[in-house]
C-alpha cells in the first residue's frame, strides 16, 4: 500500500468492492430488478429483510426519499440493528430455530409478494429461514449474501444450507469471510467493514433498475420525493394514498 493512509486504504478497498460487484453482478442486479418491477406491476407488495447490521440495508430501501414508496420493512423483534440490551441478544435470536415462521406468520406477506433477505454470512437459521419458509408461501425471495462464506464456514442451520440455497436469486456482495478490509501493524484483529457500504449500494442499483424497468413499461415508478424540497410532501402524500394498500409503514397492519 506504499505510503497511503489507513483511510485511504479503505477507500481504495470499497472501492474495488463496488467495482467487482458493478461488474460481475450485472446481470443478477438486472434480474433482481425485473422481478421487483415484475412483482409492483402485478399488483404484489415488498419487503426487505436483515438482522443486526444487515438490517441497515434493508432499512436503507424503505421509506427512502428517491425510493420505491412499496419497499416494506419485515421486523423481527429483537434483531433490528443493534435496538436491544444487550447487544449481543440480537445476535443469539438469528441462532433461534422457529423464529422466522413465527415472524413470517404474523406478517402481510402473501403470495405474489416479493422478499429481499440480507444476511452477509447467510449462516444462521433465522435468515435461512426466512427465505425458506417466504418462498412456501409463495413469495419471491431474492437473497443477497456473501457466497464465499458458504464455502469458508459451516451452516448453522439443521440443513446445512446456507441462504443462498433457497433464493430465487441471489446477489453476492463479494466480502470475504470476516468483513474487514484492513490489518496493520500494531493492530491484532483485522478492521474496517465495507458490508454496509457494498450491499447497500448493491440494492440500491437494484431498485434503480426496478424504477427504469417499470417506466419502460409505461407504469409511473411509485417513487418518494425528499421531504426537504419544495413540493416533496404533497408528492409523497399523493404516492401513500395510491399505493397505501401495499404499504405498511404507516399503519401498520
Same mark, same amino acid.
Given at each position: 500500500?506504499?505510503?497511503?493512509?489507513? #483511510?485511504?486504504?479503505?477507500?481504495?478497498?470499497? =472501492?474495488?468492492?463496488?467495482?467487482? !460487484?458493478?461488474?460481475?453482478?450485472?446481470?443478477?442486479?438486472?434480474?433482481?430488478?425485473?422481478? &421487483?418491477?415484475?412483482?409492483?406491476?402485478?399488483?404484489?407488495?415488498?419487503? %426487505?429483510?436483515?438482522?443486526?447490521?444487515?438490517?441497515?440495508?434493508?432499512?436503507?430501501? +424503505?421509506?427512502?426519499?428517491?425510493?420505491?414508496?412499496?419497499?416494506?420493512?419485515?421486523?423481527?423483534?429483537?434483531? !433490528?440493528?443493534? $435496538?436491544?440490551?444487550? =447487544?449481543?441478544?440480537?445476535?443469539?435470536?438469528?441462532?433461534?430455530?422457529?423464529?422466522?415462521?413465527?415472524?413470517?406468520?404474523?406478517?402481510?406477506?402473501?403470495?405474489?409478494?416479493?422478499?429481499?433477505?440480507?444476511? /452477509?454470512?447467510?449462516?444462521?437459521?433465522?435468515?435461512?429461514?426466512?427465505?425458506?419458509? @417466504?418462498?412456501?408461501?409463495?413469495?419471491? !425471495?431474492?437473497?443477497?449474501?456473501?457466497? #464465499?462464506?458458504? #464455502?469458508?464456514?459451516?451452516?448453522?442451520?439443521?440443513?446445512?444450507?446456507?441462504?443462498?440455497?433457497?433464493?430465487?436469486?441471489?446477489?453476492?456482495?463479494? &466480502?470475504?469471510?470476516?468483513?474487514?478490509? /484492513?490489518?496493520?501493524?500494531? +493492530?491484532?484483529?483485522?478492521? @474496517?467493514?465495507?458490508?454496509?457500504?457494498?450491499?447497500?449500494?448493491?440494492?440500491? #442499483?437494484?431498485?434503480?433498475?426496478?424504477?427504469?424497468?417499470?417506466?419502460?413499461?409505461?407504469?409511473?415508478?411509485?417513487?418518494?420525493?425528499?421531504?426537504?424540497?419544495?413540493?416533496?410532501?404533497?408528492?409523497? %402524500?399523493?404516492?401513500?394514498?395510491?399505493?397505501? $394498500?401495499?404499504?405498511?409503514?404507516?399503519?401498520?397492519?
Amino acid at each position: 500500500m506504499g505510503d497511503s493512509t489507513l #483511510a485511504e486504504q479503505f477507500f481504495d478497498a470499497a =472501492a474495488e468492492l463496488l467495482r467487482r !460487484v458493478r461488474d460481475e453482478e450485472a446481470e443478477s442486479v438486472a434480474a433482481a430488478g425485473t422481478l &421487483i418491477a415484475d412483482t409492483v406491476a402485478d399488483g404484489g407488495r415488498l419487503f %426487505a429483510f436483515g438482522a443486526g447490521h444487515s438490517s441497515l440495508a434493508a432499512q436503507d430501501v +424503505v421509506y427512502r426519499a428517491g425510493g420505491l414508496a412499496l419497499m416494506n420493512l419485515l421486523a423481527v423483534p429483537g434483531v !433490528v440493528g443493534v $435496538d436491544v440490551v444487550p =447487544a449481543t441478544l440480537g445476535s443469539a435470536l438469528e441462532r433461534v430455530d422457529g423464529l422466522a415462521s413465527a415472524v413470517l406468520d404474523t406478517s402481510p406477506v402473501r403470495a405474489g409478494d416479493l422478499l429481499v433477505v440480507i444476511s /452477509l454470512s447467510g449462516r444462521n437459521p433465522l435468515p435461512v429461514e426466512m427465505a425458506l419458509n @417466504a418462498r412456501a408461501l409463495g413469495v419471491k !425471495v431474492i437473497g443477497v449474501t456473501s457466497v #464465499a462464506y458458504a #464455502a469458508r464456514t459451516t451452516s448453522r442451520h439443521g440443513s446445512g444450507t446456507f441462504l443462498k440455497d433457497h433464493c430465487d436469486l441471489v446477489l453476492d456482495s463479494k &466480502i470475504a469471510p470476516g468483513d474487514a478490509e /484492513l490489518t496493520a501493524d500494531g +493492530v491484532a484483529a483485522p478492521f @474496517a467493514p465495507a458490508s454496509t457500504v457494498v450491499t447497500t449500494a448493491l440494492l440500491q #442499483a437494484v431498485m434503480a433498475t426496478a424504477a427504469g424497468s417499470l417506466a419502460d413499461r409505461g407504469i409511473e415508478p411509485p417513487l418518494l420525493r425528499s421531504g426537504n424540497v419544495d413540493g416533496g410532501h404533497d408528492w409523497n %402524500a399523493r404516492v401513500l394514498r395510491e399505493y397505501g $394498500d401495499r404499504i405498511f409503514y404507516r399503519h401498520g397492519r
